[in-house]
Structure formats: C-alpha cells, structure tokens
C-alpha cells in the first residue's frame, strides 16, 4: 500500500479510534465510518442485502467498523471484518469488539459460500485488480449471494497527476465489467449524491471527531497527508471527475 493511503487508513484510523473512545460511545460509529459516511446508504444497503438476526454479514475493508457496528445497531446480524492495515483492525476491534481478520479483499481468507451476505464500502478504488476484488466477493457469499458495493467511478479515466495516491478509479464500463467477469448481476444501484444530507448530529459528531484529531495531530506528517488525499477526493466529487454510487448485487 502507498505511504499516503498507510497515513489515512492505519495511522489516522488508530488515532480516530483514540479520539471516539476519549469522546465516548455516541461518537463511535460516526467517526468508525471513513468512506461510507452517509447512514442513508448503509440503510438503503441494510434492506437490499436482506440483513437479518443471525446472518453473517463480511465487511470487507472494514477500516474502523463504523459500518459494521451501524448494521449491527439496525439489525442483530453477526459481523466479520476483514482489512489490510494492522491499525485499523486495533481501531475496529477496539471500538466494536467485532471479530476482525487482516487480509486484503482479493484473497480474502475465507472459505467458499461462508457467509450470508458481504458489502465493501469506499474499497475498490483503493485496489488495482477490481476483477479480484469482485471475484473473492463472490466466491464467500452463500446463495443468492448478496453483495453490496460503494465505489467511487471516474466518469473517464483520470490521469496519474489527477488521481490521488494510491486509488484506482474504475470507469462505469470497467464497473460493470468487472461486476459480469465475476457472474455477478447488478440488482438495483443509486448515486450518493441523490441520498438525503447526513443527519445533523451525525454530522456534528464526525465534525467533532475531526476538529479533535487535528487538535492533537495537527503537525503529524500522516495527518497533514491524509488530509490532503481527502481534500483531493473532496475535490474531484465536487467537480464531476468522480462520483459515488452504491450498488446491490447477486450471482448471475
Ligand atoms: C475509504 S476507507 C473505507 C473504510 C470502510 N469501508 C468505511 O466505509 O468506513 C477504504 C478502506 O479500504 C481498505 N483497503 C485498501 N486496500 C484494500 C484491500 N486490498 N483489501 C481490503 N481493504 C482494502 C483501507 O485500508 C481502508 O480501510
């Protein structure tokens, strides 16, 4: 993994984590969300995946276990995170107490058909082989093997100056080709900047959570990095270049 993507998602995961128990239990899920922030996509998700009491649901590139910890909240499903940087599983297992396994999303160190359903938030464009990615997703899910995505797609490819460090945006073509390669079929998909504003006091929360971390890191080199890479990110969603859209998806 790059330097710049090691800064924003093991170093400053460590740290967010610090910061939310410090603030207490309200701030945990909020600030453990770092890609997938809106509560109005994980819902959305929630319902597609059909999450229940007593399925397994795979977060796949679970970074803090905001997501995980969210469903968990909505419904008493049993959560299993997988996520390459060592920080981020301290972080999410010190928050949520999840069972959390590292390891990357294209050999994921599970069994075939182990779970019920799996979502991967905020992860594919970090990684460069999306067919990988889509296929291990594939081969964990049990039939009739619910899959959520929330990628950010370049509308066409960005060069390597306009891409932030580390990402590799997928075009909607090489989305859904990636999506057919792996037999997966696209149930129903939705465009993040059609979800309603985040709540205000989640907001308010994440606000917080931010407003304390530079507090403390502020001169950090891996805060300032970070913060660059998000800026970037911010960006390109303002100006068109990217955006986010979550999709459902099933076996062929
Ligand atoms: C934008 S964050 C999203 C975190 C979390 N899914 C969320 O929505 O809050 C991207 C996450 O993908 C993880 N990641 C990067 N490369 C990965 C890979 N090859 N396999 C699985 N996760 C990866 C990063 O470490 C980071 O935690």
Redesign the pocket.
Known sequence: ?SDA?SAE??TV?EWTAAVARDLGPPYHVPA??????NPAALDWLIGELDLRRGKTLL??????G??AAYAVGRQPVTPLL????AG?CRAARSLFGFPTVQ????ALPFADVSVDAAW????VC??PDHDA?LRELRRVVRPPGRIGL?VFVARTPLTDDETPEGNHFPTPGSLGDAVAAAGLTVVSRLRTSDLPEMPGEWQDRVDRVDEELERRYGDDAAWQVAERQSGQMGDLLADGRIFGEVLSLRLS
């Open positions: 993994m993507m998602f093991d995961a453990g969300c770092r890609g997938s922030g977060d796949c590139g679970a970074g803090v905001g997501p997988v996520e390459p940087e981020a390891g990357s999303a294209d991967c938030l905020g992860v970090t990684t990615v929330l």
